[in-house]
């Protein structure tokens, strides 16, 4: 079997998956992605709400200047607000307001991809999959050790 031929498709299919998705959120739940950007942001607040900016920084891994600048954004369209913390009035706490608490996060149906393959197909696809996330398991633990 030529490996490289696999790899390649291997990419490709990870590339189309990514290219779907984007097209998928941006027709369906607009620019908010909940993995990247403003959504990302939108995101960890309806699971953390009322959090001190710097701590959703650090959270997510932002500079907290390019945080400051996507909060802006968001506060501007009304998504959340920033209010000074009680404690110490240095400190914002970001909280969503009903327009942000109100967004949906949509994924697409994956399904529908997989609905090419028959139910045996479908199985040893699942079987493969897990043996190729193992390794990637594998190889990062080397890597970060």
Known sequence: MDNQN?????METHHLLHRYN???????????DP???????????KKMEGINQ????????????????????????NFLTRK?????????????????KALKFQR????EILNCLDEDEQE??????KKISERLEELINDEEN
């Open 54 to 77: 710097r701590e959703l920084a650090f959270i997510l891994d932002i500079r907290p200047q390019s945080l400051g600048e996507m909060l802006q954004k968001l506060e501007q369209n």
């Open 124 to 129: 040893n696809f699942k079987n493969y999959l």
């Open 35 to 45: 993995r990247r950007g403003q959504g990302r942001i939108l995101a960890a607040l």
């Open 22 to 32: 984007m097209i998928w959120h941006s027709k369906n739940v607009g620019d908010f």
């Open 108 to 111: 697409p149906d994956y399904d």
């Open 84 to 100: 000074p913390a009680k404690d110490d009035k240095r400190s914002l706490i970001v909280e969503l307001t009903d327009k942000g």
């Open 6 to 10: 696999l790899t390649e498709i291997f």
